[in-house]
């Protein structure tokens, strides 16, 4: 296996094809870039700039470049000396618009007989042997009546071979051959034998609890499962993708939601035998990340490692002051209405169980019918349906690998009992069954349990808990608030001694903020008194009538000011959704969400000095916090990813936020001034953190024997909490945490770290420092970084350094 040992994400989408992106691979190498790591490409759904809902596996997406695109990609890649990492989906397809799956298409027109019919994840038994749609805004009979269903026919060319159509709204079906009227019509009675004779089912969204009859992903009914433990499936999915690894255009991939698979093991150990062992990372969260009981990873899995959230969660937390946890506790009680959950387990237990009963009953449903007949029989199909929510409630992690686990899944069955004591013994049933080996059901139930925690925790439970911001991020757990320097140390060197090719990262297309809104955030923890005041008086000016909901929305636009008044409305709809308080998707509100709306107009408006003033007192230390959590991410363990753009500041929200078009022109015009010895000031700019970012990958780019092992390094004096230190076999990384207090706290001036002999340079000031003690109010007096690399034999410092400027005795 050849690993990366840095990459770069580029969001490949029509405004920023495959063509746009070999326009910088340039800037990418110069930058200190080893692999270039792009988004999907398959072809995807018309305007998906994502590129998840996947419609046709067989081919590159056209709208981001073709074929022809990807092998020019690749040989630019290739000679400005990257490697290319590609971001694969094999869990499901996108199938919002029929016609632009041909294998869904195919299934709609064919059912059963359809060739593709093994390739989706339906249970055809169900369904009275048709595919169950729930895409009409009222009932099927109601829909017929009002005439808002059209059967008509169509030639061959206009509807993938289909004789005929049936049209609602913007939905268009394929008919089954035979079925098509002899002219297009809305009469009910027409209408309702032809429709009868389909092999779909078309039905009222609401009833998707009982309609729906294929796997999705999570609660998404436009994305279809897709049943890749089939050999004949994984072929026929994998064909583009294996071509791209067989013809040398890509090197490796990155696996997404493997949780959602039936066999996550099976299918990467095919993957290693299709590939030949290529690089394979996979999108797997590890609950409990940044504490002692951290979730691992599957020893046997045939993958290099994770993406990299466990490693966020623990950079995230060793910059947050535990002393602010107290207080930040208190407001979140103040704010807290009568009637919601007290703590965060509370929060999430309740967000969970509302996930299985509602928008994961379809698949709760599909568990109850996998049961044998005589339990099935026993319990009855309501007792087992609540039990098998509640055990899905009361797991703790995304999913278990049998045998494997065995402790987790105890818990859960003690956690449901305790829940549901009237239950108790229907759970107790329903354990062995659903970890009894290779079973459907206990397949189903694995699919089962990462969709109920992904949709309770993440897009649920994050939105309702807003106590300090950068702690509600993918694979954190807010309930863990600070991890001290020697829990950051303990955490590396686990990493560096089992998954040392494994991502690290900091901002993700799926982070609920960037990583610099979360390092601006982080201050808060050192000012909770300040944070409580200003929310005061800013709740004062316009509230949701929600507290915490309010003390999210105001972080978010503290977090990310300056911000456009667009993007702050957008992200608030979304978390006042996501959170289900006030609002949701499924029921907006329309009173609640004027005033989230009235919110964030006031943010501009009448309570701008107020955000403005709180922005003024945290940017600064935010942008120290930056610093040190980029240098932290870039030089430990692992292998780094820079998302696009954030090798300047990024104050972005969730997405598609995220996904905002980057300046490289810009970047490449502040590289060049780096190039020539500039070194700038922390300030608006962001040049600060590209000098970070780009001498750090270079470092480990060009001398990597200087990263081949981690150890802590001494920190002693008054401030010896507010600094963490490691060696990495040659490469020093020197970082200040909790930068507001320092003043109060003794300051640098005492602190010393203590380096390994020898001369070492610092990579972004070009000042070289002999081994043995220096005061950190020395070595961090123009930046609060450092990157010392031992010199080389010749004594000369790194050849991206600045001149040396000073030593120190």
Request: charged share 25%; hydrophobic share 45%; with cysteine.
């Amino acid at each position: 296996m050849t690993a990366p040992v840095s990459t770069y994400r580029l969001q490949i989408r029509p405004a920023f094809d495959l063509d746009a992106a070999a326009g910088i691979v340039d800037y990418l190498r110069d930058l200190g870039v080893d692999w270039a790591y792009l988004s999907p490409l398959l072809a995807a759904a018309e305007g998906s700039d994502h590129g998840y809902d996947v419609v046709d596996p067989t081919q590159v997406d056209p709208r981001r470049g073709g074929p022809e695109a990807l092998t020019r990609f690749s040989a630019a890649a290739r000679g400005a000396g990257l490697g290319v990492l590609v971001d694969i989906v094999p869990n499901h397809q996108g199938v919002a618009v029929a016609a632009e799956n041909p294998w869904w298409w195919d299934v709609l027109r064919h059912g059963r007989d359809s060739v593709h019919a093994a390739a989706f994840d339906i249970d055809w038994e169900h369904g009275d042997g048709k595919l169950g749609l729930p895409i009409l805004g009222k009932t099927l009979r109601e829909a017929v009546a009002a005439g808002e269903i059209e059967v008509a026919p169509v030639t061959a060319d206009e509807a993938h071979g289909a004789q005929g159509v049936a049209r609602y709204f913007d939905h268009v079906l394929p008919l089954a051959d035979g079925t098509a009227p002899a002219a297009a019509t809305t009469d009910p009675a027409t209408v309702d034998a032809v429709l009868a004779a389909q092999h779909w089912r078309a039905a009222f969204w609401r009833d998707d609890a009982t309609e729906l009859n294929y796997r999705r992903f999570f609660a998404v009914n436009t994305l279809a499962g897709v049943r890749v433990e089939l050999p004949e499936v994984f072929d026929a999915s994998h064909a583009e993708i294996l071509r791209w690894l067989r013809e040398g255009l890509v090197d490796g991939l990155r696996i997404d939601h493997p949780d959602g698979l039936a066999d996550p093991g099976g299918y990467l150990d095919r993957l290693a035998e299709a590939t030949g062992g290529a690089y394979v990372l996979v999108e797997k969260i590890l609950e409990h990340a940044a504490t002692d009981h951290a979730e691992q990873l599957p020893a046997w899995w045939a993958t290099a490692g994770t993406t990299g959230y466990d490693a966020m969660a623990e950079i995230d937390r060793v910059l947050i002051d535990p002393a602010g946890e107290g207080a930040l506790d208190a407001l979140d009680a103040e704010l807290r209405a009568d009637t919601a959950p007290e703590t965060y387990d509370d929060i999430v237990r309740d967000a969970k169980r509302t996930v299985a009963g509602t928008i994961q009953a379809a698949e709760v449903g599909r568990l109850v019918r996998c049961l044998p007949a005589d339990v099935r029989d026993r319990l009855g199909d309501d007792i087992a349906r609540e039990a098998f929510a509640e055990l899905l409630t009361s797991f703790s992690v995304y999913r278990v690998y049998p045998p494997a686990g065995s402790e987790l899944v105890a818990e859960a069955v003690a956690a449901a009992s305790e829940s549901r004591p009237d239950l108790a013994e229907a759970i107790a049933m329903l354990a062995p069954l659903v970890t009894a080996g290779d079973t459907e059901l206990s397949r189903r139930f694995g699919q089962t349990t990462g969709p109920v925690m992904a949709k309770g925790v993440e897009d649920t439970a994050f939105y309702r808990y807003p106590r300090l911001g950068t702690l509600t991020e993918v694979g954190g757990d807010p309930g863990v608030f600070a991890l001290d320097a020697a829990g950051y140390h303990r955490a590396q060197v686990q990493r560096q001694a089992t998954w040392p090719h494994a991502m690290t990262a900091l901002s993700t297309h799926d982070t609920k903020r960037s990583e610099d809104v979360r390092a601006r955030l982080s201050v808060l923890a050192e000012m909770p008194q300040r944070w409580s005041s200003t929310l005061e008086r800013l709740r004062a000016v316009a509230s949701t009538g929600d507290g915490r909901l309010d003390d999210l929305l105001w972080q978010a636009i503290v977090g990310a000011w300056p911000a456009s008044s667009e993007r702050l409305h957008d992200y608030a709809e979304k978390a006042a959704r996501e959170g289900g308080v006030v609002t949701s998707w499924a029921d907006p509100d329309e009173d609640a969400e004027a005033r989230v709306h009235a919110l964030v107009d006031a943010a501009s408006g009448e309570a701008r000095a107020i955000v403005e003033e709180i922005v003024g007192e945290i940017t600064a230390p935010g942008r120290s916090n930056s610093l040190a959590a980029k240098l932290l991410q870039l030089a430990a363990p692992g292998v780094p990813d820079v998302y696009q753009g954030s090798e300047l500041w990024d104050l972005s929200l969730v997405d598609p936020d995220n996904r905002r078009d980057v300046d490289f022109a810009g970047r490449r015009a502040l590289l060049t001034k780096l190039d020539q010895g500039w070194l700038p000031e922390v300030d608006d700019s962001g040049a600060a953190k590209m000098l970070v970012v780009s001498r750090a990958l270079r470092l480990r780019r060009d001398r990597p024997e200087l990263f081949e092992r981690y150890a802590p390094l001494p920190v002693v004096g008054p401030a010896a909490d507010h600094a963490v230190a490691f060696d990495r076999g040659g490469a020093i990384a020197v970082a200040t945490r909790l930068p507001v207090g320092l003043a109060a706290r003794g300051g640098w001036d005492d602190t010393v770290v203590l380096l390994p002999a020898g001369r070492h340079a610092d990579a972004l000031t070009g000042r070289t420092w002999d081994g043995g003690s220096v005061r950190l109010a020395d070595l961090l007096d123009t930046y609060p970084v450092a990157l010392l690399a031992a010199t080389e034999s010749t004594g000369a410092a790194s050849p991206d350094a600045p001149a040396p400027a000073k030593e120190n005795a």
